[in-house]
């Protein structure tokens, strides 16, 4: 099946990256930062359609149509563009990504960076790779020598639960903070070492499935806000390496 998720998404980001420039459509999920495009839902129409072929009863759950097939054991959970803020002007962060969860537990993923040329996939049990080459994160212990990224919430204006003050705290506490606008390419990023950690509010499951099986995979360690147990259909997340995993706790529950 993971060879099958690898065919799909290369084919979708090859999509994404040959439309970058093509828009003709944009519209607003309940904000005008929160957007969707016609190539948005182009790309998740073609994912759609491969999967119907190729495992016929199997269900899904997209980030622009939704849910089908819910009885299904099977359920593949699709972001057809993580990044379509980044996309609409150009700016060369996105990706697609795309999961599969067996009787609720995640047991492959990949999230394709078209940009780079970058394929992200992991099975359950058999470690985290890009483009073949096996994935680890990161051995940094010290939160003051790593580097972290986060996203806000398109409603971050009004929203009280906004991740702004955990921002301003891990930026005296870190060596650096990024922000790049795409969630399961920081998430992926932390499995290949580039990054530290991770945390962002108001997620989705299309945003996270892939990649945080991709990190853990990899090594790395993911929670809840609260140091719980992580589950795909809750907003909040922090990732990491592992080893720097309480420091970050300990700031983010001081902002909670």
């Known amino acids: 099946m993971l060879e099958k998720i690898v065919e799909i998404a290369k084919e979708a980001g090859r999509f994404l990256k040959e439309n970058e420039g093509k828009i003709s459509q944009i519209d607003e999920k309940g904000s005008f930062t929160n957007l969707v495009t016609d190539i948005d839902k182009g790309s998740e129409k073609m994912i759609k359609e491969f999967i119907e072929k190729n495992f016929p009863g199997h269900g899904i759950l997209a980030e622009e149509s939704g849910a089908s097939s819910p009885l299904s054991d099977y359920r593949w959970i699709i972001d057809p563009l993580d990044g379509t803020t980044n996309f609409t002007h150009a700016f060369p962060v996105y990706c697609v990504s795309i999961a599969l969860e067996h009787k609720g537990e995640l047991v492959a993923g990949t999230v394709y960076d078209p940009n780079f040329d970058e394929l992200f996939s992991a099975e359950k049990g058999g470690g985290s790779y890009m483009n073949g080459k096996r994935l680890s994160v990161t051995s940094a212990d010290n939160l003051e020598k790593s580097m972290l990224a986060t996203g806000f919430p398109y409603d971050v204006k009004h929203n009280p639960f906004n991740c702004v003050q955990h921002f301003e705290e891990f930026l005296t506490q870190t060596q650096a903070v990024r922000r790049l606008g795409s969630a399961a390419l920081d ?59 309480d420091q970050m706790l300990e700031i983010i529950k001081k902002n909670l």
Do not use: M
């Open 187 to 245: 998430a992926c990023y932390v499995a290949a070492g580039r990054l530290d950690g991770f945390w962002e509010v108001n997620l989705h499951p299309w945003d996270t499935a892939a990649a945080v099986l991709i990190t853990t995979e990899a090594g790395g360690k993911v929670t809840g806000f609260h140091g719980e147990k992580y589950s795909i259909y809750q907003r909040d997340i922090v990732l990491s390496n592992g080893l720097i995993h």
